[in-house]
């Protein structure tokens, strides 16, 4: 069994900057990727953010240049870093890790989300 745990949403103004934080703990043994995804109010949750544990990153278009997603694989952590927030980013943020427990099964995980919310 493998957990997630979010922190870091919140309220911010519009061109303010928010650090979101998901820590996986459990049996792991290793974790290919993790990432982010939201999910805004009458919306289809949608891509932000992946990283593999190699290093490799990709991001949805909208979010290029402003979002910054790293890792700390020793601490089977990721993060994202977001800058000049905008209002239109408005959403449950979730993370997700691919993850290879001990027992050598694959999966992907999510976590519970964190509300991130963007005045104007």
């Known amino acids: 069994q493998v957990q997630l745990v979010e922190s870091g949403g919140g309220l911010v103004q519009a061109g303010g900057s928010l650090r979101l934080s998901c820590a996986a703990s459990?049996?792991?043994?290793?974790?290919?990727?993790m990432g982010w995804y939201r999910q805004a109010p009458g919306k289809q949750r949608e891509l932000v953010a992946r990283?593999?544990?190699?290093?490799?990153?990709n991001y949805a278009d909208s979010m290029k240049g402003r979002f910054t997603i790293s890792r700390d694989n020793a601490k089977n952590t990721v993060y994202l870093q977001m800058n000049n927030l905008k209002p239109e980013d408005t959403a449950v943020y979730y993370c997700?890790?691919?993850?290879?427990?001990?027992?050598?099964?694959?999966?992907?995980?999510w976590g519970q989300g964190t509300q991130v919310t963007v005045s104007s």
């Open positions: 997700t890790a691919e993850v290879i427990t001990t027992a050598r099964s694959m999966y992907t995980q």
């Open positions: 459990g049996s792991i043994f290793s974790i290919p990727v």
């Open positions: 990283m593999t544990s190699g290093g490799s990153t």
